[in-house]
């Protein structure tokens, strides 16, 4: 059987004739041939010449006289993608499938074939080889030329390269220069397949077998892209699974609607039949309290199709909490991190009220959080402080909200009380007349929506949860940019055209991915004055008589460190079936040098200190260091001061590592360039104190001919911008539009907006 042809195959599993006692017989046969086609069977039936034809009678359940097919019983696992009973056998229930790009295979069409126009894996030309001879006869026998750049080959060529010469013979011949073809081979007629047809069967037999191949997957990655499967359509499941419906629609349909949509088509469901209804209805019911509880905290734009891992953090904690909910306990203590991260004002009321019934049930609900409704609408509050790192670590005041409100020392009850406040611009910076234009974007929600973003200015994208903000910013405008100045190969977000490009000469997205992977890295690795640091000891006269270098200094190489632990201070073991255990390394005790390098002092502190000392002392030690001391002052700006100098990268919150980016990028500004800044949420894990200081980095990079673009819910910050960008109304299919563009003033006097209308308080 050739692997690449579908087949349509019958098995026969039983004959026999009907007589007494072979019941047993039959039920095997039965039995047996379900297994063998996977719940479906057919039949025929000889009669007796003299037999009266309709002897068959009624069959019960799900089977067809007329053709003779029974389906076994259905099961809830025949309706899951995670059962081979029920997936798609193509994509085994992912419901997409890699195909080749033609972008990615040929990423440089001014090259030739011969000059590597496809990316090396996939095609390499060797005329010594034979499958540079093929390609060599092929250009001789379809006249094209293996020198020409690809962009200028004629289309049917290109389809013959991609797509082979779909049966057509052409014989093998001699390429010039190369080593001579064996005559047996010389002029012999073959086929060519095309080097999409040949990955994708490679593909196909790697994913059926799931051999392990190496390099096979980095390659397939690097040419192929996701997209739906042709054979489920996405659906996941195998296509019979799909012929069964419920008012029409496939249980992929069902888990297409949005969970509002979805509580409709429940509620209207008819036909259930008597004998049913009752535990029907019950499962409806159920179904339906579920929903609600979602709706309750709204998330009445995802749906049951939407795959966990791409849910955001907020979106994964209010799912859990529902389900906390549903299950009605009582005497539970909850404790929440930030739950109104990623929620538009209108939606973190729905939370708030969410965590009141929790209470309101009997349950005690801690929430850490920074956001001024959550805290007004707490019992009781709890400031730890006064500042941070070495500087809190106290209660300052405790009570109900009065009590933060009256109290002197509470930085927050200054915010809360109205007695501080992060100021209104006393002037909005104007537009300058140049534009970024996204047209017809539509990726995702977006309803082809054209956006005209400014330039030189501070700028909030603005918008109810899931209503496409992420989308426009990430999927189209970063990753459009950053395919025309960093990566051609970069796939965006479907959209028409983005036009002003030349308006801006970099995109630099500060997000919240780790600033490293290893406790080897840190601010100071990461802003890069750890090289001078380091230079700086090296000068000292114990390491010049003993003819240590700045290497010396480093834990990546080897020498100054200790190599107990690789210079990270831990030692990690990884257990069997148990998280890994971390010990603090035995030898230098943490402090990641040998004994030796730790002799040499600079202004009586060694380099294991240094690393110790927080960026706020840091910045006093280092006065007279005029580099290192601006790269400290500006992480302490940002509040950063209370972190370590050598503060692992791995245990620096997403937050935290988003500022440290952010320092990086304030210390080496430079005019005369005009770099597009994107934010998603930078002010998460931030007190209202320090969103003033956000806020003053943000404008420093604007003052310097940049641009900044942020996603935020926070109306302290969007109240500041100098223009905003409103997505809505809501999330989902009810998103997708832009409802208003302007000034916040501008925003503010749209009746449409919902985050116009909560902005309004803040503007006066
Ligand atoms: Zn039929
Ligand atoms: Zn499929
Ligand atoms: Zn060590």
């Not at 509580?263 to 019911?285: C, M, S, W, Y």
């Not at 402090?591 to 927080?614: C, F, H, P, Q, W």
């Not at 934010?679 to 641009?707: C, M």
Request: charged share 25%; hydrophobic share 35%.
């Amino acid at each position: 059987l050739d692997p690449d042809q579908e087949y349509d195959l019958q098995v026969i599993v039983d004959k026999f004739f009907v007589k007494k006692d072979i019941d047993k017989q039959v039920l095997a046969s039965l039995e047996h041939a379900m297994l063998v086609g996977e719940g479906f069977m057919r039949f025929d039936v000889q009669f007796p010449e003299d037999a009266e034809v309709d002897a068959i009678g009624q069959l019960e359940g799900f089977g067809c006289p007329k053709h003779g097919i029974i389906m076994a019983e259905l099961g809830p696992h025949h309706f899951t993608f995670n059962e081979p009973t029920g997936a798609c056998v193509t994509c085994s229930g992912l419901g997409t499938y890699l195909q080749v790009h033609p972008n990615l295979l040929v990423p440089d069409k001014t090259r030739s074939i011969a000059d590597g126009a496809f990316v090396h894996q996939a095609f390499n030309y060797d005329p010594d080889r034979w499958d540079g001879r093929t390609m060599f006869s092929l250009a001789a026998h379809y006249g094209f030329d293996l020198d020409t750049p690809f962009a200028d080959l004629p289309e049917e060529v290109v389809d013959v390269l991609y797509h082979g010469t779909h049966g057509e013979e052409f014989p093998i011949r001699q390429p010039e220069g190369a080593r001579p073809v064996e005559k047996r081979h010389l002029g012999r007629k073959i086929r060519f397949d095309g080097i999409i047809t040949r990955i994708d069967r490679h593909y196909r037999r790697y994913r059926k077998q799931g051999e392990a191949h190496s390099g096979m997957e980095e390659y397939l990655r690097k040419v192929m892209v996701e997209r739906t499967c042709p054979d489920c359509n996405g659906a996941k499941l195998k296509r019979q699974r799909l012929l069964v419906t419920i008012d029409g629609q496939t249980i992929h349909k069902v888990g297409e609607l949005h969970f509002e949509e979805l509580r409709d088509f429940l509620l209207a469901i008819t036909g259930i039949p008597e004998k049913q209804r009752e535990a029907g209805h019950r499962v409806i019911n159920e179904l339906v309290t579920r929903i609600n509880l979602l709706l309750g905290i709204g998330l009445d734009y995802l749906n049951l199709n939407r795959r966990s891992a791409t849910l955001s953090g907020g979106e994964s904690q209010r799912i859990r909490l529902s389900t906390q909910i549903g299950s009605g306990l009582m005497g539970m203590l909850y404790v929440l991190d930030e739950p109104s991260i990623g929620l538009h004002p209108k939606d973190n009321a729905k939370m708030i009220e969410t965590l009141r019934k929790l209470r309101d049930i009997g349950n005690t609900v801690i929430v850490v959080e920074h956001d001024e409704s959550t805290i007004r609408a707490a019992d009781h509050i709890i400031e730890l402080g006064p500042g941070p790192g070495i500087h809190g670590g106290k209660v300052v005041v405790q009570g109900e909200l009065e009590t933060i409100l009256d109290s002197t020392e509470s930085l927050t009850g200054l915010y809360l009380s109205g007695r501080r406040e992060i100021p209104l611009p006393k002037q909005r910076r104007s537009l300058n007349g140049k534009f970024l234009s996204i047209i017809g974007a539509r990726e995702n929600n977006l309803r082809s929506i054209d956006v005209d973003i400014p330039v030189g200015v501070f700028i909030c994208i603005t918008g109810a949860s899931g209503s496409g903000k992420s989308t426009l910013v990430n999927e189209i405008l970063y990753k459009r940019l950053h395919s025309i100045y960093h990566d051609s190969r970069t796939l965006y977000g479907a959209h028409d055209e983005l036009e002003g490009h030349e308006n801006v000469s970099d995109v630099i997205s500060i997000d919240q991915s780790p600033i490293g992977r290893s406790a080897r890295s840190n601010p100071a690795t990461y802003i890069k004055f750890y090289d001078n640091i380091r230079k700086l000891f090296a000068s000292t006269p114990l390491s010049l008589s003993r003819g240590y270098t700045a290497s010396r200094f480093s834990f990546n190489v080897k020498g100054g460190r200790c190599e107990e632990c690789h210079g990270e201070g831990t030692i990690t073991t990884q257990l069997h079936f148990m998280p890994d255990v971390e010990v603090v390394c035995p030898t230098c005790k943490g402090a990641r040098y040998n004994e030796d390098t730790l002799d040499v002092t600079y202004n009586g502190k060694n380099i294991s200190e240094i690393l110790n000392m927080s960026i706020e002392e840091g910045v006093d030690f280092f006065a007279d260091q005029r580099l290192i001391n601006h790269k400290l002052s500006v992480l302490n700006q940002l509040g950063m001061g209370y972190l370590q100098i050598g503060h692992p990268a791995t245990i620096l919150s997403g937050g935290e590592a988003q500022r440290v980016k952010l320092a990086s990028e304030l210390g080496k500004l430079k005019r005369g360039k005009h770099n597009l800044y994107i934010l998603d949420e930078p002010t998460t894990g931030l007190h209202i104190a320090d969103v003033q200081k956000l806020l003053d980095s943000l404008n420093r990079l604007v003052d310097s001919g940049h641009t900044v673009l942020v996603i935020e819910h926070h109306l302290d910050v969007i109240k500041t911008a100098d223009y905003v960008i409103d997505l809505g109304p809501e999330g989902g299919h009810k998103g997708g539009e832009v409802l208003a563009h302007g000034t916040p003033e501008e925003i503010a006097a749209v009746k449409a907006s919902f985050t116009g209308q909560f902005l309004k308080e803040y503007l006066i």
